[in-house]
């Protein structure tokens, strides 16, 4: 039947062309509009990328290396590694915790923890940082007991290790929530059902699943975790050597018209940036290379 | 029929993640939320009034929401666009340019700001060019509106994406065997089921502009009045120990924000409901 419809078409190119064109734009509309928007792409994404990196070794390595490898940079960075020691493994085990229970397990209220989780994400980092001043800072809540007891929250890293395992919480959940809901239930029962116990169903069957999902929210967590900025800029008090995470040095540098060193910290944090879109984009390939079976809705 | 008698919950662990997850949530979130807001009750009403209706808060309110509006609708034309592009055709280096928009997400705010400010100054590669049209943009609100186009821009395009690739090419295929135009179909067929997710898109772009500081700060300059957003005012209340003034807005901001995260929820689920 289809043939009879287009038997006319096949043997008229001015047809053929015009049916070409009904559900498809002519080659100079799409050339517009890709140059359109790679234009836009290039003025917004390109362009900052480009002057950091440019700004970061247009004087050569070695004034780069000057400014990476300098005492005060060295502080932040090695803060700024302690923080996402504490912070990630813990947003880790958040993550897998919040998606196991809501991937497995039916029960009242669901949506709402799934948006309390999402919640973080939507508030301004500044608000989350002044939350935990006004809990712990000399005047806040508890401020006095702290003092009485010797202890310091606020401008110091503790602080600095609360906002931003508040502002970095949703990330590894949000992102085996919905791997974990996809892929359902039954290989865990199977497992069960043969005998394995609890974690070793976990280990075996759930965790070779959701490796590649994992591993990217825990990418995804620590690049957000290094370039927190609002909130900690909040508590930190930017004591020099003491509580300036990277970007806070970053700050401080800018600020001190040293933009090379600026630049070269920046470029640190660029790096992993451009490693977390790169593991993103090979996740998807993955996802995508094993989704054709199931693709049928 | 064997599988039907198997018990209800083979699945163990409901009480180990359930209960670390809502432990985790209330003592890092919810309490800690809930102490902002039980802080602003305790004000009196006059003195929650006066912080937040004091016409240079007023001023940053206008330029933080206008602004985001702004950037917003500019990463609606734009970020529709490039959905478009990058789902319907091909071209080299197509998979480069798809990877690269998720860069203002874990771009660190910090060098974002850096890089958009040096970009911008009167001497940089782009605002040297824009002097010669007297365009001023860093530390302007053009600047401001600059800062949140580049942080909202995943948002809209990465909304977008799913939807248009799940789109039937049926549909199209129906409108112009009809007789529709290309434009007609775009706009009476493509465009409607796209509504849902352009609207998620704007509202998740325009929310994320609205808190946004570490980009924000370095390009504004934070004029009073004039380039001063309303989480800069909040940390600078903070710096001078007026907990009472930065609390008060801190509240107002953390009140918009709950509400942009209902619209988004109702805005996902109508999109969800539209993909059935």
Same mark, same amino acid.
């Given at each position: 039947?289809?043939?009879?419809?287009?038997?006319?078409?096949?043997?008229?190119?001015?047809?053929?062309?015009?049916?070409?064109?009904?559900?498809?734009?002519?080659?100079?509309?799409?050339?517009?509009?890709?140059?359109?928007?790679?234009?836009?792409?290039?003025?917004?994404?390109?362009?900052?990328?480009?002057?950091?990196?440019?700004?970061?070794?247009?004087?050569?390595?070695?004034?780069?290396?000057?400014?990476?490898?300098?005492?005060?940079?060295?502080?932040?960075?090695?803060?700024?590694?302690?923080?996402?020691?504490?912070?990630?493994?813990?947003?880790?085990?958040?993550?897998?915790?919040?998606?196991?229970?809501?991937?497995?397990?039916?029960?009242?209220?669901?949506?709402?923890?799934?948006?309390?989780?999402?919640?973080?994400?939507?508030?301004?980092?500044?608000?989350?940082?002044?939350?935990?001043?006004?809990?712990?800072?000399?005047?806040?809540?508890?401020?006095?007991?702290?003092?009485?007891?010797?202890?310091?929250?606020?401008?110091?890293?503790?602080?600095?290790?609360?906002?931003?395992?508040?502002?970095?919480?949703?990330?590894?959940?949000?992102?085996?929530?919905?791997?974990?809901?996809?892929?359902?239930?039954?290989?865990?029962?199977?497992?069960?059902?043969?005998?394995?116990?609890?974690?070793?169903?976990?280990?075996?069957?759930?965790?070779?699943?959701?490796?590649?999902?994992?591993?990217?929210?825990?990418?995804?967590?620590?690049?957000?975790?290094?370039?927190?900025?609002?909130?900690?800029?909040?508590?930190?008090?930017?004591?020099?050597?003491?509580?300036?995470?990277?970007?806070?040095?970053?700050?401080?540098?800018?600020?001190?018209?040293?933009?090379?060193?600026?630049?070269?910290?920046?470029?640190?944090?660029?790096?992993?940036?451009?490693?977390?879109?790169?593991?993103?984009?090979?996740?998807?390939?993955?996802?995508?290379?094993?989704?054709?079976?199931?693709?049928?809705? | 029929?064997?599988?039907?008698?198997?018990?209800?919950?083979?699945?163990?662990?409901?009480?180990?993640?359930?209960?670390?997850?809502?432990?985790?949530?209330?003592?890092?979130?919810?309490?800690?939320?809930?102490?902002?807001?039980?802080?602003?009750?305790?004000?009196?009403?006059?003195?929650?009034?006066?912080?937040?209706?004091?016409?240079?808060?007023?001023?940053?309110?206008?330029?933080?929401?206008?602004?985001?509006?702004?950037?917003?609708?500019?990463?609606?034309?734009?970020?529709?666009?490039?959905?478009?592009?990058?789902?319907?055709?091909?071209?080299?280096? @197509?998979?480069?340019?798809?990877?690269? &928009?998720? /860069? $203002?997400?874990? *771009? =660190?705010?910090?060098?974002? %700001?850096? +890089? !958009?400010?040096?970009?911008?100054?009167?001497?940089?590669?782009?605002?040297?060019?824009?002097?010669?049209?007297?365009?001023?943009?860093?530390?302007?609100?053009?600047?401001?509106?600059?800062?949140?186009?580049?942080?909202?821009?995943?948002?809209?395009?990465?909304?977008?994406?799913?939807?248009?690739?799940?789109?039937?090419?049926?549909?199209?295929?129906?409108?112009?065997?009809?007789?529709?135009? @290309?434009?007609?179909?775009?706009?009476? &067929?493509? /465009? $409607?089921?796209? *509504? =849902?997710?352009?609207?998620? %898109?704007? +509202? !998740?772009?325009?929310?994320?502009?609205?808190?946004?500081?570490?980009?924000?700060?370095?390009?504004?300059?934070?004029?009073?009045?004039?380039?001063?957003?309303?989480?800069?005012?909040?940390?600078?209340?903070?710096?001078?120990?007026?907990?009472?003034?930065?609390?008060?807005?801190?509240?107002?901001?953390?009140?918009?924000?709950?509400?942009?995260?209902?619209?988004?929820?109702?805005?996902?689920?109508?999109?969800?409901?539209?993909?059935?």
């Amino acid at each position: 039947m289809t043939t009879d419809i287009l038997t006319p078409v096949v043997g008229n190119p001015a047809l053929a062309a015009r049916w070409h064109r009904a559900t498809d734009e002519p080659a100079w509309v799409r050339l517009i509009l890709i140059s359109v928007a790679l234009g836009f792409l290039a003025l917004f994404l390109v362009l900052p990328l480009a002057v950091v990196l440019y700004g970061a070794f247009e004087q050569g390595l070695q004034v780069w290396w000057a400014a990476v490898n300098e005492p005060d940079a060295l502080a932040a960075i090695r803060l700024s590694l302690l923080v996402v020691l504490i912070v990630v493994p813990i947003n880790l085990v958040f993550g897998v915790s919040a998606a196991w229970a809501i991937a497995k397990f039916e029960f009242r209220g669901k949506p709402l923890l799934i948006s309390l989780i999402d919640m973080p994400f939507a508030i301004s980092p500044v608000v989350v940082g002044l939350i935990f001043v006004i809990l712990f800072g000399s005047q806040g809540w508890l401020g006095p007991w702290l003092a009485a007891h010797d202890m310091r929250i606020i401008f110091a890293v503790p602080g600095i290790v609360i906002v931003i395992a508040f502002g970095t919480m949703p990330f590894i959940a949000r992102e085996l929530i919905p791997l974990m809901q996809q892929q359902g239930k039954e290989e865990e029962e199977a497992s069960l059902t043969l005998g394995a116990s609890g974690w070793k169903t976990f280990w075996y069957v759930t965790l070779p699943n959701i490796k590649w999902g994992l591993i990217y929210g825990v990418i995804l967590c620590n690049a957000r975790a290094l370039g927190e900025f609002g909130a900690v800029a909040v508590v930190s008090g930017r004591i020099r050597g003491e509580t300036n995470t990277m970007p806070l040095h970053i700050e401080v540098l800018y600020n001190e018209y040293m933009f090379t060193a600026a630049f070269a910290v920046s470029s640190l944090l660029t790096g992993l940036a451009l490693v977390t879109i790169v593991v993103k984009s090979f996740v998807e390939w993955l996802d995508e290379r094993h989704r054709p079976a199931s693709n049928t809705h | 029929m064997f599988l039907a008698a198997k018990p209800k919950k083979v699945i163990p662990g409901f009480g180990l993640t359930m209960g670390f997850t809502l432990l985790y949530l209330g003592f890092i979130f919810l309490i800690p939320v809930g102490g902002l807001l039980l802080y602003t009750s305790l004000m009196s009403w006059d003195d929650f009034w006066k912080a937040v209706s004091h016409p240079q808060v007023v001023a940053s309110y206008r330029l933080s929401f206008g602004a985001s509006l702004t950037g917003a609708t500019i990463n609606l034309i734009f970020g529709s666009l490039v959905a478009w592009v990058l789902v319907r055709y091909r071209f080299p280096g @197509r998979k480069i340019v798809d990877a690269l &928009v998720d /860069l $203002p997400f874990a *771009l =660190p705010t910090a060098v974002a %700001g850096i +890089a !958009l400010v040096t970009l911008y100054a009167s001497t940089g590669w782009v605002g040297q060019y824009l002097t010669l049209f007297d365009i001023k943009v860093a530390y302007s609100q053009i600047g401001v509106v600059i800062a949140l186009t580049y942080i909202g821009l995943p948002f809209v395009v990465r909304t977008v994406q799913p939807v248009l690739e799940d789109l039937e090419a049926e549909r199209e295929e129906a409108s112009a065997s009809l007789g529709a135009s @290309r434009f007609t179909t775009v706009r009476r &067929v493509i /465009l $409607p089921a796209l *509504l =849902p997710a352009l609207l998620t %898109g704007y +509202a !998740l772009a325009f929310a994320r502009a609205v808190g946004e500081y570490g980009s924000v700060v370095f390009i504004s300059g934070n004029m009073p009045y004039r380039t001063e957003i309303t989480p800069l005012l909040i940390v600078s209340k903070a710096e001078q120990y007026d907990y009472q003034g930065a609390a008060a807005i801190g509240t107002v901001m953390l009140v918009a924000a709950f509400l942009l995260l209902l619209l988004i929820n109702g805005l996902q689920w109508w999109t969800q409901r539209r993909g059935l």
